[in-house]
């Protein structure tokens, strides 16, 4: 794999992670708000 890929992969892993974070504070805080 070269190391572009990788990096692209890495890039990619943390901008889904950072997505889901934001998704589930969003949702805790529309949660406690209810």
Not at 2 to 30: E, F, K, N, Q, Y
């Amino acid at each position: 794999m070269a190391p572009s890929s990788t990096i692209d992969l890495a890039g990619l892993c943390l901008v889904v992670v950072m997505h889901a974070g934001i998704l589930a504070l969003r949702l805790g805080i529309s949660l406690s708000k209810a």
